[in-house]
């Protein structure tokens, strides 16, 4: 049997992080949530497959170039509009394709190594 994904969730708020767990489907095993750069970044000792970024987050675009540094084995997930090229799949909101989104993300960053 697969374990199921580990994801991270950064959002700006508490209510936007469950909105994006929600969202997460059934299979996403949410392993930390982070309402800040700062806090998202004393959290990658959680293991994750997946970290979840919503680009409404004060320096998420920053906390992007960080997360390739720090958790370079993690696929990112960017919510919302614009995402970074360092994204490796992204979903204009939150929303049920969040949860395709997350396989998508896993698959390219698998690929990518």
Known sequence: ????????IVGPT????KALRR?????????A??????EAL????SPSDVIVVDG?????RDL???LQEKAATAAIVWVGDDPPEQAHASVPEPSDALEGAI???LLAARAAK
């Open 1 to 8: 049997m697969c374990r199921a994904v580990w994801v991270m």
């Open 56 to 60: 409404t987050l004060d320096g998420a």
């Open 14 to 17: 508490t209510d936007a992080n």
């Open 23 to 31: 969202a997460a489907g059934p299979d996403a095993q949410v392993v």
């Open 42 to 45: 004393s959290l990658l000792s």
């Open 64 to 66: 992007i170039s960080s």
């Open 103 to 105: 396989t998508r993300g």
């Open 33 to 38: 949530m982070a309402t800040s750069a700062e």
